[in-house]
Nanobody, 125 residues
Framework: QVQLVESGGGLVQPGGSLRLSCTASGLTLEYYTIGWFRQAPGKEREGVSCINSGDTSIFYADSVKGRFAISRDNAKNTVYLQMDSLKPEDTAVYYC??????????????????WGQGTQVTVSS
């Protein structure tokens, strides 16, 4: 069975940091494009960051550039999203997702084949 389990979310004050983790089972992350998405109340799911299988292409949404960093540890079958300088508008449920075609990066949720259940990130004072 394929499972993606996110962790690391929580409540943080503006300017703080969190590191989200997504650990996969039932497949090997090394061969997939990985995306982080988020969905805030009343908004559509938004692509935050993605990285292709060879780590040669990386995407960040304009709203998070310079603050977030995506990375993977293939040995641990885990992908991370380091989030620094968090803002209240970063509040959302964050999801990791995998695309079977791992050569390219994809910003549309429709291009991803596997999804985790999400982890809540709340940025508030």
């Amino acid at each position: 069975q394929v499972q993606l389990v996110e962790s690391g979310g929580g409540l943080v004050q503006p300017g703080g940091s969190l590191r989200l983790s997504c650990t996969a089972s039932g497949l090997t992350l090394e061969y997939y494009t990985i995306g982080w998405f988020r969905q805030a109340p009343g908004k559509e799911r938004e692509g935050v960051s993605c990285i292709n299988s060879g780590d040669t292409s990386i995407f960040y949404a304009d709203s998070v550039k310079g603050r977030f960093a995506i990375s993977r540890d293939n040995a641990k079958n885990t992908v991370y999203l380091q989030m620094d300088s968090l803002k209240p508008e970063d509040t959302a449920v964050y999801y990791c997702a995998l695309a079977r075609q791992g050569l390219y990066i994809y910003v549309s949720s429709a291009d991803y084949d596997y999804w985790g259940q999400g982890t809540q990130v709340t940025v508030s004072s």
